[in-house]
């Protein structure tokens, strides 16, 4: 028995040296270009961790499957040559049952650039054979390649010895363990890498049935271009498959395939199946010595604690519990860093405007520029708290439980647990949670997830919340203040999305996409505690994010609002109030206020909002509150910067009322002089924010991943549309019910 490698983290273990081999598959010569290598591995093996550790991006890592599903790449740090890192999807195969998997397949069989010069393959050492059916695979197909042995920290802690010296010698691989989460530990990867650039291709083949390994012969030598004996089993064993297409993409002949599979069918041979026992029967031989488990079998902390949440009872009571709690977080814990930062943002604005001259560019810089912007930087709290509890979600590995417990909620809707994770990511946006879902393989439940993402309430929905809830829905708590009115409200705001998601998802597994479920099979990873690195950097890239949206897309949109807000401004509108001030003998302020009602009347905003106030006034909205919903296509936190250009035109009202919230609370509708913003219209104006479709980025995502614009067109008429209705019965009962 070779010494154990599981004690040390950077004993590199080699195989037998390789001699260079000429043709298509020789090794890559030593050179000064850029060489590309392939991350590849199982879905939650630290693959996107490993990536960061080698290359110092910062790049979203989280403890359940699913979460690159694009082709990350980045320069290797510590290299003497330039080295770059695909970060590859993560695949339990090369027959591929979903879109990340096929990238995978394509790029390493050389169908899509970039083609690796090496693999870097990562394995799980918790749990080898699983992740040895597709290093079986990937060994295939002609690359050089490096194993690096991961989680060897948590193999330790479950009793797991893995000898990585014997693992090399029986694979003819250089094998380093390492802790993808520690950098130093990965270090020793970086000459590895750069010594296997240089190798030859390994010699591995798992042995197949004599009848499967002719079949396979049979196609490649009928294929006009070079095709791999691996690319070959890959289409026997995958009829109607991204392999078989592609097959037929290089000229491959049908008669020949056809021939191919009826042999194996007389010879009583199913590709699949057989491919499956013969790779598990050469991981058996492989691993046979070279994993010593000090421990004997039985249950784990883990093991105890999962039979708690993951409860058909106990597991949903927690998980309501835990989103609760989140939201009171997000709304309580916030809110003394919310209210300084509204506050330093009105004193900012107070003392650049008496640097300025009255005019147009004083309003310009304190109303439209600090005043929008501004507004919605206060929500940037909440923001970053909603992403640091989602972070420790993920990393700790409830995600996974989760995503597992709600599969059993899931099915009667036609979808799986699969859809849960892009779902639940859609509550910080839906453009990344969209683009998640190319990890569902099955298109019809593909389709649907995407199509029902915008519903969940988003990070951008949530400052519309929080302003309406504050300024509107009385602060009430029970239970000693664990129990609050606000909260829950925030809660059901949340849950409006999801409750109309249902019936959303029944209609279109019942006609758009009908046909038969498909099955769910989820890892579990380990508990284990969250990583401070990581839910900082997800904070530092979701606030990032914010505030460059803030900077950009919503200052462009609010100066324009502010202008048509602001233009023009006639000189017959003074004069005409100067002839009723010395009649009304009204004070200074009392003009100014007045006259910047009479000149917001007289904009073309003003104008807009009068269109379609006939349209909105059924939802107890006037012109204000229209222009705002009509603003906020961009993004939907605009509304926030529009409501603060519109409410903070007159100065009077600034002195007045210094945040927006009250700002709000004062507005009036013009003919009655009643107050504009009661509970019902708080409550509608955030159930249409909540159902609506009032995001560009969303809707072109859609039809980017659907390839159509039909179903982005299709998702903002039917939300929209749902919104209407859906805030009109709610203003309805509001006034009906006397609130």
Request: aromatic fraction near 8%; charge should be neutral.
């Amino acid at each position: 028995m070779h010494p154990s490698a599981s004690g040390s983290t950077t004993n590199i273990s080699a195989g037998p040296a390789a001699t260079p081999e000429h043709g298509p598959n020789a090794a890559a010569p030593a050179s000064s270009e850029s060489a590309a290598i392939a991350l590849v591995g199982n879905p939650n093996v630290g693959k996107t961790a490993l990536f960061n550790a080698l290359t110092g991006y910062r790049r979203h890592v989280a403890n359940y499957p699913g979460v690159s599903v694009d082709l990350a790449r980045g320069p290797v740090r510590g290299a003497s040559r330039t080295l770059e890192v695909l970060d590859l999807p993560g695949t339990y195969s090369l027959t591929p049952a979903s879109p990340d998997e096929a990238i995978v397949c394509d790029v390493l069989c050389g169908h899509a650039p970039p083609r690796p010069a090496a693999i870097l393959a990562i394995v799980d050492a918790t749990n080898l054979p699983r992740n040895l059916y597709l290093l079986s695979q990937v060994l295939e197909v002609g690359l050089p390649a490096v194993i690096a042995l991961n989680m060897i920290d948590a193999a330790r802690a479950r009793g797991i010895e893995v000898d990585a010296r014997l693992l090399a010698e029986r694979l003819g691989l250089p094998v380093v363990p390492v802790i993808a989460t520690q950098p130093e530990t990965v270090a020793p990867l970086v000459p590895v890498l750069e010594s296997a650039l240089r190798a030859a291709p390994p010699a591995t083949r798992v042995p197949l049935p004599d009848a499967l390994a002719r079949a396979t012969s049979a196609l490649v030598a009928s294929a006009p271009a070079p095709l791999q004996p691996a690319k070959a089993l890959r289409v026997l064993a995958d009829p109607d498959g991204h392999s078989e297409k592609q097959f037929f993409k290089l000229g491959g002949d049908r008669c020949v395939l056809a021939e191919a599979r009826e042999a194996l069918r007389a010879a009583g041979i199913d590709p699949g199946p057989a491919e499956v026992r013969a790779r598990y029967a050469w991981i058996d031989r492989i691993l046979d010595g070279v994993v010593i488990r000090n421990l004997p079998p039985g249950d784990t902390w883990s093991d105890r604690i999962d039979r708690l949440l993951t409860h058909r009872v106990a597991g949903v009571a927690a998980l309501a519990a835990l989103l609760y709690a989140a939201f009171y977080t997000i709304y309580a814990g916030a809110q003394p860093l919310m209210d300084a930062i509204d506050g330093g943002v009105g004193w900012l604005g107070l003392r650049i405007g008496e640097l300025l001259p009255a005019g147009a560019l004083r309003s310009l810089v304190a109303e439209g520029v600090l005043g929008g912007v501004g507004g919605v930087l206060a929500f940037l709290p909440q923001i970053l708290t909603l992403f640091a509890l989602i972070a420790i979600l993920e990393d700790c590995g409830y995600m996974a439980r989760a995503a597992f417990m709600v599969d059993r909620l899931m099915r009667p809707l036609g979808l799986s647990g699969r859809a849960f994770i892009p779902l639940l990511s859609s509550f910080a946006c839906a453009v990344p949670a969209i683009m998640g879902a190319r990890a569902i393989g099955d298109r019809r439940e593909r389709f649907i997830t995407i199509l029902i993402a915008p519903f969940m309430s988003c990070s951008a929905r949530l400052p519309v919340y929080t302003l309406l809830i504050g300024a509107l829905v009385p602060a009430h708590a029970w239970l000693g203040g664990w129990v609050r009115l606000d909260a829950l409200v925030m809660l059901g705001m949340y849950l409006v999305g999801v409750v109309f998601a249902i019936p959303i998802a029944l209609l279109l597994r019942k006609t758009a996409f009908a046909g038969p479920s498909t099955g769910f099979v989820l890892e579990l990873p380990g508990y284990k505690w969250p990583r401070l690195r990581t839910v900082l950097q997800r904070m530092y890239l979701a606030g990032w994010s914010f505030v460059v949206r803030a900077g950009t897309v919503i200052l462009a949109v609010n100066i324009v609002v502010w202008a048509l807000g602001y233009f023009p401004r006639s000189a017959d509108a003074r004069a005409a109030l100067e002839q009723q001030q010395q009649a009304a003998g009204w004070d200074d302020a009392s003009f100014e206020s007045q006259l910047a009602g009479a000149y917001l009347r007289e904009s073309y905003l003003g104008r807009l909002g009068r269109v379609i106030e006939p349209a909105i006034e059924p939802l107890g909205w006037d012109w204000r509150i229209g222009i705002g919903v009509l603003s906020s296509f961009p993004a939907r936190e605009v509304v926030i910067a529009t409501l603060g250009t519109i409410s903070n035109l007159g100065e009077e009202t600034d002195a007045r009322s210094p945040s927006l919230r009250s700002a709000i609370q004062a507005m009036t509708w013009e003919d009655t002089g009643k107050p504009l913003f009661t509970l019902p219209v708080a409550l509608s104006l955030m159930v249409f924010f909540a159902l609506c479709a009032q995001c560009v980025s969303t809707l072109v995502v859609i039809g980017r991943e659907t390839h159509s614009w039909m179903w982005p067109c299709a998702s903002f008429v039917g939300m929209t549309t749902l919104a209407y209705l859906v805030a009109w019965g709610t203003s309805a009962a509001g006034r009906a019910l006397g609130l």
